[in-house]
């Protein structure tokens, strides 16, 4: 096969997790082959099994910490990959409060040790799971990626630090093509329900705790403040769906593979509007027959009132944007919640 014509080997870590495996089965529908590295912390290897009925093809995994400098050698040798997506990594805040030095070690020390392994095997093209709390509590909404950095937590600085690296390292080599996405809040599943986000027993993320509550099989949802300036008083946050996030991978990996691209860009990956907490738990309601049963807790220190996404340039830059609608993510979140408790229960 031509090298033109050969489909492109992307190297996913973190790729068992809950927006690797979505994002696994985007790139397998673009035509991409996707591998795997993962050191299951935090996923299961029956995420891949499902991903792989969905796809029809096996996807190749290699249990690797992203810190082993002599693991990753071993991976980038094994295949010749032409880009690689980094979402290995902790992402809970009050963990990162509680643990900073073991969230610096993943997630900082991650990457510099995957970058090292990289530049090592003259692999150049790089996207990178950064996050919306980079921007901290300081901006006007709908915010831009030029808005002011001011992570309010452990977690946030992480992912401001990777940024800066990887912005030195793209002014320092102009052969680097990297992009550094900023996600606002994934939530639902594939539309199969094979796939969707796992949690422990008490969910930490707002959807798995909301799905627990539509099934009755959970504690009411905490809300955390309801005396907030927005509309009902419950924050309000630019929810997108996994699987608009998922293709937004594939369009930055399109967008970097184009002659002449910039070595570093950021980027938004949002939907542009603002959902509140509450009324994402009215749609919930709608999708589930039923009120969703909740409390209101005190504001939690480091919340912001709104935090939604300017995407003008997702837009201009990956030519994507998010299509499917706050009812696509309840259903289909609720939807991967039945079928995993039914698979519990059975
Ligand atoms: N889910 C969100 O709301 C959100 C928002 C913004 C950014 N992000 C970022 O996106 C990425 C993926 O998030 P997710 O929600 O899919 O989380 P996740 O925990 O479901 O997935 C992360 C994966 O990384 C793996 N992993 C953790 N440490 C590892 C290590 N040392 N070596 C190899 N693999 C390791 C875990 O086993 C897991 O499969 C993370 O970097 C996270 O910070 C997530």
Redesign the pocket.
Known sequence: MSDSTRRQNILV?????????HTVVALARAGFVPHV???????SRSNLVRAQEIIGSVIPVHE????SQKQLQAVLSSTNFDAVV??????VISDSQARPTEYFD??VS?SISLLRAMELHHVKRFVF?????VYGTENTMPVAETGVLSPQHP?GQT?CVVEQLLASLAHADRTWAIAAL?????VGAHESALIG??TQSRPT?LMPAVVRAALRSGEPVEIFGNDFPTPDGSGVRDFIHVMDLAEGHVAALRYLCRPGVEPYSVVNLGTGRGTSVLQLLGVMGEVAGHPIAHVIRDRRSGDVAESYADVTLAEALLEWRATRTVDDMCESALRWGKRSAQALDG
């Open positions: 870590t973190g790729g068992a997790g809950y927006i690797g495996i590295l993962d050191n299951f912390s935090n996923s690797v910490d992203v810190r980094h979402l290995a990594g902790l992402k993943v997630n991650g799971s950064s996050s919306a709390s977690y992912k900023r996600y606002f809040n994934p986000e796992t993320n």
